[in-house]
Protein backbone atom coordinates (compact mmCIF):
# COMPACT_ATOMS: atom_id res chain seq x y z
CA UNK A 1 0.00 0.00 0.00
CA UNK A 2 1.34 3.43 -0.88
CA UNK A 3 1.64 5.29 2.06
CA UNK A 4 4.13 8.65 0.24
CA UNK A 5 4.67 10.07 -3.01
CA UNK A 6 8.68 11.18 -4.15
CA UNK A 7 8.18 13.16 -7.61
CA UNK A 8 10.60 14.11 -9.81
CA UNK A 9 9.91 18.27 -11.30
CA UNK A 10 10.84 18.72 -14.68
CA UNK A 11 9.25 16.79 -17.32
CA UNK A 12 6.79 15.03 -14.19
CA UNK A 13 4.73 18.01 -12.79
CA UNK A 14 6.58 20.85 -14.71
CA UNK A 15 6.17 21.83 -18.63
CA UNK A 16 10.44 20.78 -19.87
CA UNK A 17 10.33 23.79 -21.93
CA UNK A 18 9.08 26.71 -18.88
CA UNK A 19 12.87 25.08 -17.52
CA UNK A 20 14.63 24.59 -21.09
CA UNK A 21 13.37 28.02 -22.44
CA UNK A 22 12.96 30.51 -19.89
CA UNK A 23 15.02 28.93 -16.21
CA UNK A 24 18.32 27.69 -18.21
CA UNK A 25 18.04 31.08 -19.96
CA UNK A 26 17.06 33.80 -17.28
CA UNK A 27 20.53 31.72 -15.41
CA UNK A 28 22.73 31.93 -18.39
CA UNK A 29 21.86 35.76 -18.59
CA UNK A 30 23.01 36.80 -15.23
CA UNK A 31 25.30 34.34 -13.85
CA UNK A 32 28.59 36.26 -14.91
CA UNK A 33 27.11 39.28 -13.28
CA UNK A 34 25.86 37.75 -10.25
CA UNK A 35 29.15 35.31 -9.46
CA UNK A 36 31.71 38.35 -9.75
CA UNK A 37 29.15 40.38 -7.78
CA UNK A 38 28.51 37.72 -5.08
CA UNK A 39 31.51 35.58 -5.23
CA UNK A 40 32.97 37.06 -1.62
CA UNK A 41 29.42 35.99 -0.02
CA UNK A 42 29.58 32.59 1.90
CA UNK A 43 27.43 31.07 -0.04
CA UNK A 44 28.40 31.81 -3.16
CA UNK A 45 32.19 31.07 -1.95
CA UNK A 46 31.06 27.49 -1.45
CA UNK A 47 29.61 26.96 -4.78
CA UNK A 48 32.94 28.47 -6.60
CA UNK A 49 34.92 26.41 -4.56
CA UNK A 50 33.23 23.50 -5.56
CA UNK A 51 33.60 24.51 -9.17
CA UNK A 52 37.13 24.31 -8.80
CA UNK A 53 37.00 20.94 -7.52
CA UNK A 54 34.35 19.45 -10.12
CA UNK A 55 37.09 21.03 -12.63
CA UNK A 56 39.90 19.56 -10.87
CA UNK A 57 41.51 23.04 -10.97
CA UNK A 58 42.47 24.48 -7.31
CA UNK A 59 43.10 27.56 -9.24
CA UNK A 60 40.69 28.52 -11.18
CA UNK A 61 40.21 31.84 -12.01
CA UNK A 62 36.41 33.31 -11.27
CA UNK A 63 35.94 33.91 -15.34
CA UNK A 64 37.67 30.11 -15.33
CA UNK A 65 34.56 28.88 -13.32
CA UNK A 66 31.95 30.98 -14.59
CA UNK A 67 32.87 29.42 -18.44
CA UNK A 68 32.70 25.89 -16.55
CA UNK A 69 29.29 27.20 -15.59
CA UNK A 70 27.51 28.40 -18.88
CA UNK A 71 28.86 25.69 -20.24
CA UNK A 72 27.30 23.38 -18.24
CA UNK A 73 24.14 25.06 -18.23
CA UNK A 74 24.08 25.03 -22.33
CA UNK A 75 24.88 20.97 -21.97
CA UNK A 76 21.76 20.71 -19.21
CA UNK A 77 24.15 19.08 -16.63
CA UNK A 78 22.82 18.15 -13.64
CA UNK A 79 26.61 19.34 -11.12
CA UNK A 80 25.31 20.44 -7.86
CA UNK A 81 27.38 23.50 -7.52
CA UNK A 82 25.38 24.95 -10.62
CA UNK A 83 22.35 23.91 -9.51
CA UNK A 84 22.93 25.27 -6.73
CA UNK A 85 24.16 28.45 -8.04
CA UNK A 86 21.19 28.38 -10.63
CA UNK A 87 18.55 28.24 -7.90
CA UNK A 88 20.01 31.46 -6.03
CA UNK A 89 19.66 33.18 -9.59
CA UNK A 90 16.58 32.30 -9.98
CA UNK A 91 15.04 33.96 -6.91
CA UNK A 92 15.27 37.39 -7.79
CA UNK A 93 13.58 36.76 -11.42
CA UNK A 94 10.48 34.85 -9.43
CA UNK A 95 10.45 38.10 -6.98
CA UNK A 96 10.15 40.61 -9.71
CA UNK A 97 7.69 38.37 -11.42
CA UNK A 98 10.04 37.88 -14.46
CA UNK A 99 8.23 34.47 -14.90
CA UNK A 100 5.91 32.30 -12.42
CA UNK A 101 6.86 28.39 -11.94
CA UNK A 102 4.65 26.65 -14.08
CA UNK A 103 2.77 23.14 -13.02
CA UNK A 104 0.69 21.48 -14.90
CA UNK A 105 -2.84 21.44 -14.32
CA UNK A 106 -3.55 18.06 -14.19
CA UNK A 107 -0.45 17.53 -12.02
CA UNK A 108 -1.68 20.49 -9.09
CA UNK A 109 -5.22 18.50 -9.33
CA UNK A 110 -3.40 15.47 -8.78
CA UNK A 111 -1.46 17.00 -5.98
CA UNK A 112 -4.32 17.70 -4.16
CA UNK A 113 -6.48 14.93 -4.16
CA UNK A 114 -3.17 13.15 -3.13
CA UNK A 115 -2.89 15.35 -0.12
CA UNK A 116 -6.81 14.98 0.60
CA UNK A 117 -6.00 11.52 0.74
CA UNK A 118 -3.02 11.55 3.42
CA UNK A 119 -0.54 10.55 1.01
CA UNK A 120 2.68 12.13 2.06
CA UNK A 121 4.04 14.17 -0.80
CA UNK A 122 7.78 14.74 -1.33
CA UNK A 123 10.03 15.88 -3.59
CA UNK A 124 13.37 14.77 -5.71
CA UNK A 125 14.87 17.21 -8.47
CA UNK A 126 18.09 17.91 -9.70
CA UNK A 127 16.87 21.29 -9.01
CA UNK A 128 18.60 22.91 -5.65
CA UNK A 129 16.03 22.45 -2.77
CA UNK A 130 15.47 25.99 -3.06
CA UNK A 131 15.09 26.30 -6.73
CA UNK A 132 12.53 23.73 -5.57
CA UNK A 133 11.03 25.77 -3.27
CA UNK A 134 11.15 28.80 -5.35
CA UNK A 135 9.32 26.79 -8.00
CA UNK A 136 6.32 26.06 -5.48
CA UNK A 137 6.69 29.29 -3.57
CA UNK A 138 5.77 31.26 -6.60
CA UNK A 139 3.73 29.33 -9.02
CA UNK A 140 0.63 29.37 -11.29
CA UNK A 141 -1.11 28.24 -8.80
CA UNK A 142 0.02 30.51 -5.94
CA UNK A 143 2.20 29.18 -2.97
CA UNK A 144 1.94 25.31 -2.80
CA UNK A 145 4.64 24.85 -0.49
CA UNK A 146 2.37 23.51 2.25
CA UNK A 147 1.71 20.21 0.17
CA UNK A 148 5.34 18.83 0.65
CA UNK A 149 6.75 17.51 3.64
CA UNK A 150 10.53 17.73 2.62
CA UNK A 151 12.32 18.27 -0.71
CA UNK A 152 15.70 16.60 -1.98
CA UNK A 153 18.53 17.28 -4.43
CA UNK A 154 21.17 15.77 -5.54
CA UNK A 155 23.41 16.27 -2.26
CA UNK A 156 21.72 13.04 -1.97
CA UNK A 157 23.59 11.92 -5.64
CA UNK A 158 22.46 11.71 -8.77
CA UNK A 159 18.71 10.84 -9.62
CA UNK A 160 19.79 7.86 -12.08
CA UNK A 161 22.51 6.23 -8.99
CA UNK A 162 19.64 3.45 -6.58
CA UNK A 163 22.05 4.85 -3.67
CA UNK A 164 20.59 8.23 -4.00
CA UNK A 165 16.98 6.43 -3.29
CA UNK A 166 18.22 4.14 -0.62
CA UNK A 167 19.48 8.30 1.11
CA UNK A 168 16.34 9.09 0.67
CA UNK A 169 14.28 6.46 2.53
CA UNK A 170 16.56 6.81 5.43
CA UNK A 171 14.87 10.36 6.07
CA UNK A 172 11.33 9.18 5.41
CA UNK A 173 8.84 7.35 8.08
CA UNK A 174 8.10 4.54 5.26
CA UNK A 175 9.56 1.22 3.63
CA UNK A 176 10.97 1.53 -0.06
CA UNK A 177 7.39 -0.58 -1.04
CA UNK A 178 5.58 1.96 0.30
CA UNK A 179 6.58 5.14 -1.74
CA UNK A 180 6.14 5.33 -5.20
CA UNK A 181 8.57 7.50 -7.45
CA UNK A 182 7.06 9.25 -10.51
CA UNK A 183 9.35 10.55 -13.23
CA UNK A 184 9.72 10.94 -17.13
CA UNK A 185 12.94 9.61 -17.39
CA UNK A 186 13.27 5.69 -17.22
CA UNK A 187 16.92 5.50 -16.15
CA UNK A 188 15.52 7.81 -12.80
CA UNK A 189 12.94 5.09 -12.23
CA UNK A 190 15.32 1.78 -13.17
CA UNK A 191 17.13 3.57 -9.59
CA UNK A 192 14.12 4.26 -7.59
CA UNK A 193 13.07 0.90 -8.42
CA UNK A 194 16.06 -1.02 -7.42
CA UNK A 195 15.99 0.67 -3.75
CA UNK A 196 12.94 -0.81 -3.77
CA UNK A 197 10.26 1.73 -4.61
CA UNK A 198 7.29 1.64 -6.98
CA UNK A 199 7.61 3.70 -9.59
CA UNK A 200 5.24 5.48 -12.29
CA UNK A 201 6.62 7.00 -15.32
CA UNK A 202 4.95 10.34 -16.53
CA UNK A 203 5.22 10.06 -20.56
CA UNK A 204 3.98 13.23 -21.60
CA UNK A 205 6.75 14.23 -24.14
CA UNK A 206 7.11 10.86 -26.26
CA UNK A 207 10.64 10.28 -24.68
CA UNK A 208 12.01 6.35 -23.86
CA UNK A 209 9.71 4.12 -21.84
CA UNK A 210 10.32 0.94 -20.65
CA UNK A 211 7.89 -2.62 -20.01
CA UNK A 212 10.07 -2.40 -16.37
CA UNK A 213 7.71 0.85 -15.25
CA UNK A 214 3.67 1.71 -15.59
CA UNK A 215 3.18 4.71 -17.96
CA UNK A 216 0.76 7.25 -18.13
CA UNK A 217 0.68 10.16 -20.21
CA UNK A 218 -0.91 12.86 -17.62
CA UNK A 219 -2.38 12.70 -14.10
CA UNK A 220 -6.24 12.18 -15.75
CA UNK A 221 -4.72 8.80 -16.48
CA UNK A 222 -3.81 7.88 -12.86
CA UNK A 223 -5.66 4.93 -11.34
CA UNK A 224 -6.34 3.94 -7.74
CA UNK A 225 -4.32 0.71 -8.50
CA UNK A 226 -1.32 2.79 -8.29
CA UNK A 227 -1.91 2.85 -4.60
CA UNK A 228 -2.37 -0.23 -3.88
C1 LIG B 1 13.47 22.78 -9.50
S1 LIG B 1 13.22 23.79 -10.86
C2 LIG B 1 14.66 23.65 -11.82
C3 LIG B 1 14.75 22.38 -12.52
C4 LIG B 1 16.17 22.02 -12.82
O1 LIG B 1 17.08 22.81 -12.66
C5 LIG B 1 16.43 20.71 -13.29
O2 LIG B 1 17.58 20.37 -13.53
C6 LIG B 1 15.28 19.77 -13.44
O3 LIG B 1 15.62 18.51 -13.08
P1 LIG B 1 14.51 17.41 -12.66
O4 LIG B 1 15.31 16.49 -11.80
O5 LIG B 1 13.39 18.10 -11.93
O6 LIG B 1 14.04 16.75 -13.92
MG1 LIG C 1 12.43 15.08 -14.87
Given amino acids: MIKAILTDIEGTITRITFVKDILFPYAAAHLPDFVRANHAEPAVAEQVTAVRQELNQPTATLDDVIDALLTWIAEDKKITPLKQLQGLIWQTGYEQGDFTGHLYPDAMA?????????IALYVYSSGSVKAQQLLFAYS????????????????????????????????????????????????????????????????????ASSEQHRKISDFEQFDSEYLA
Avoid: C
Avoid at 110 to 118: E, G, I, R, T
Avoid at 154 to 180: D, F, M, R
Fill in 140 to 207: DFGDVRPLFKNYFDTKVGGKKEPQSYQTILTQLPYHAHEVLFLSDIVEELDAAKAAGMATLQLWRDNQ
Fill in 110 to 118: FLNVMDAQD
